[in-house]
């Protein structure tokens, strides 16, 4: 079966920096995408990634490792508009969207 | 301009009742979804239509119909509800279908409780 493991939830300081892990097994891979969203909200979209390698965005990174099936992303200087749950979505070789379960970020004081 | 819009934004219902929810779309994409997100969170896609042509019908059971009266519009109709159905329904599109690793634009969903 086609698997994404994301953690359920992490908590991070106002500030601080914070990696949220994606794990995929999938048959096949043509890309994978992380979304943002906040509760009661639509998700939106945050970076792509097809090719190995670090995306940097502003505060936001995102890493992909296709041979070990990963990816991360990275958020820094965290604030508390950050406070949201983050979506791994992969595209699989039939060209369908697998999406995690999304990671709750709480972001403290 | 709200780029993907549904309506209405809540839905309370009782059970064996039937309900629509609309979804629009000025961003002149090709390709609209329906995706349910349930109580645990995980977002599953039940149908998309490109240009008017359906694309993908997941297992969904046969109560759900789409309908795409032109590529802007996918609304979707549901018979006869059940106790199950209660989630929240989000309209998406993209410029593509995922073979051209379009984005997804979301509209802000439709929370249907079925009492």
């Known amino acids: 079966g086609q698997n994404i493991d994301q953690p359920t939830e992490m908590t991070a300081t106002e500030g601080a920096i914070v990696q949220i892990n994606c794990t995929y097994q999938?048959?096949?891979?043509?890309?994978l995408f992380w979304y943002q969203q906040h509760a009661g909200e639509a998700p939106t979209f945050l970076s792509y990634n097809v090719l190995d390698g670090l995306e940097e965005k502003g505060r936001f990174s995102s890493f992909l490792s296709r041979s070990k099936g990963y990816s991360y992303l990275l958020l820094k200087e965290l604030q508390m508009k950050d406070s949201a749950s983050y979506l791994c979505?992969?595209?699989?070789?039939?060209?369908?969207?697998?999406w995690g379960a999304g990671t709750k970020l709480i972001i403290k004081p | 301009d709200t780029a993907v819009s549904q309506t209405p934004k809540y839905l309370v219902t009782q059970m064996g009742n039937d309900k629509s929810i609309k979804c629009e779309q000025n961003l002149g994409h090709d390709t609209m979804y329906w995706y349910k997100q349930d109580s645990k969170k995980f977002l599953k896609i039940m149908f998309s239509y490109n240009n008017k042509e359906l694309i993908i019908n997941e297992t969904v059971p046969n109560r759900f119909s789409p309908k795409s009266p032109d590529k802007a519009h996918l609304n979707l109709h549901i018979n006869s509800l059940e106790l199950g159905d209660s989630a929240v329904y989000f309209c998406?599109?993209?410029?593509?279908?995922?073979?051209?690793?379009?984005?997804?634009?979301f509209g802000e969903g439709s929370r249907l409780t079925v009492l």
């Open positions: 998406a599109s993209s410029q593509y279908g995922t073979e051209n690793t379009g984005e997804l634009f």
């Open positions: 979505a992969v595209i699989d070789s039939n060209y369908q969207l697998i």
């Open positions: 999938t048959s096949g891979f043509n890309g």
